[in-house]
């Protein structure tokens, strides 16, 4: 089995991996460094559940080689959230109830702060559009549409009163 060293930044941190070269990222992940958050279900990059940030872009965990990490910046979901404060996407999928079984909400997650990082205060439309390519198999996209405009009012909220300071 061929393997390579890597070198990369893993949600801040600069970290380094010696990995087989079939390797997915969710395998990078999961069995190099213990995070779970990104999950293969579909395999094909068709679901959601597996979806990373690399240089700031979505990708499908498990398309997406481990050896493509190299020198880049891998943010996953559990970058999120700072020791025992939610990041405000989370917080509104907890008050939404914006999942039912989980499987899926990390990626929901992702692709949730990477909107409302483009488009701080998107409408309906463009909350479904973008997030088109996730699925639920629970069907809790009414919650999750909720739970992304919730985030989207309290980002929005918590600008105007640190502006105000």
């Known amino acids: 089995m061929t393997a390579r060293t890597i070198r990369f930044t893993l949600n801040g941190e600069a970290v380094s991996a010696d990995v087989p070269n079939h390797w997915n990222v969710v395998e ?54 700072s020791g025992t404060e939610l990041d405000v996407v989370q917080e509104a999928f907890i008050a939404r109830g914006a999942f039912q079984c989980g499987f899926c909400t990390p990626g929901f997650v992702l692709m949730a702060r990477q909107l409302l990082d483009e488009k701080p205060d998107p409408t309906e439309d463009e909350i479904r559009h973008y997030l088109s390519g ?23 909220e918590r600008s105007a009163t640190a502006e105000k300071r």
């Open 28 to 81: 990078l992940l999961q069995n190099r460094f213990g995070l779970n958050g990104a999950r293969e279900s579909c395999g094909q990059g068709l679901c959601g559940c597996c979806t990373v940030l690399v240089n700031g872009a979505a990708v499908s965990g498990c398309l997406y080689l481990a050896a493509f990490v190299d020198g880049a910046e891998v943010a996953t979901v559990e970058q999120r959230a």
């Open 134 to 156: 996730n699925l639920c198999r629970c069907a809790a996209y009414p919650e999750i549409i909720e739970a992304v405009k919730l985030a989207a009012r309290m980002r929005n």
